[in-house]
T-cell receptor
């Protein structure tokens, strides 16, 4: 079946560093979504992407829909303590499909 | 606060038992999704209901079932519980039946099977 490969699995970074994570699929997707789960809470939508090549920002977060339509990237600039949590990508191959979720990238900020 | 409520917050039960988890969607939302999140793992989509009808099924075990009532609240029933069913169960709601529309997640129900 359809699978998403999300990497890295976890990241240990210093406050102020920039962060990059990505998701790749084995087939073409027509929508990419990025959600964030704060510790102890449910995920919240950060950014939605609907077109190949699209680059969308939400504050310090920027996400891109890859040109090949098989990948998406999320960048966080100048990380702060409240950025900790698990970042999930989710994508959909077509209108007749459900969302497929990545396994998540856990972001931890070193004290 | 997402506007989605889930009860109970915590549930501890024994193997072989049956439990019911409840979800009230945001006012006006017609879709309800159920997810399972095991320790240190990603979200596993279980099932979606839209306006009372089952819309999509994911990796839901035969021992699990769900329904959405006329007032749009939903219940997830888990039976013949096994240790491996211990997990965080999330409900999410959305205005549309399209899963790419923003889903608003509840705080989750933590199920512990002993």
């Amino acid at each position: 079946g359809q699978q998403l490969n999300q990497s890295p699995q976890s990241m240990f970074i210093q406050e102020g560093e920039d962060v990059s994570m990505n998701c790749t699929s084995s087939s073409i997707f027509n929508t990419w979504l990025w959600y964030k789960q704060d510790p102890g809470e449910g995920p919240v939508l950060l950014i939605a992407l609907y077109k190949a090549g699209e680059l969308t920002s939400n504050g310090r977060l920027t996400a891109q829909f890859g040109i090949t339509r098989k990948d998406s990237f999320l960048n966080i600039s100048a990380s702060i303590p409240s950025d900790v949590g698990i970042y999930f990508c989710a994508g959909r191959p077509g209108s007749n499909y459900q969302l497929i979720w990545g396994a998540g990238t856990k972001l931890i900020i070193k004290p | 606060d997402s506007g989605v409520t889930q009860t109970p917050k915590h549930l501890i039960t024994a193997t072989g038992q049956r439990v019911t988890l409840r979800c009230s969607p945001r006012s006006g939302d017609l879709s309800v999704y159920w997810y399972q999140q095991s320790l240190d793992q990603g979200l596993q989509f279980l099932i979606q209901y839209y306006n009372g009808e089952e819309r999509a099924k994911g990796n839901i075990l035969e021992r699990f079932s769900a329904q959405q009532f006329p007032d749009l609240h939903s219940e997830l029933n888990l039976s013949s519980l096994e240790l491996g069913d211990s997990a965080l169960y999330f409900c999410a709601s959305s205005l549309s039946g399209d899963p790419t529309y923003e889903q608003y997640f509840g705080p989750g129900t933590r199920l512990t099977v002993t």
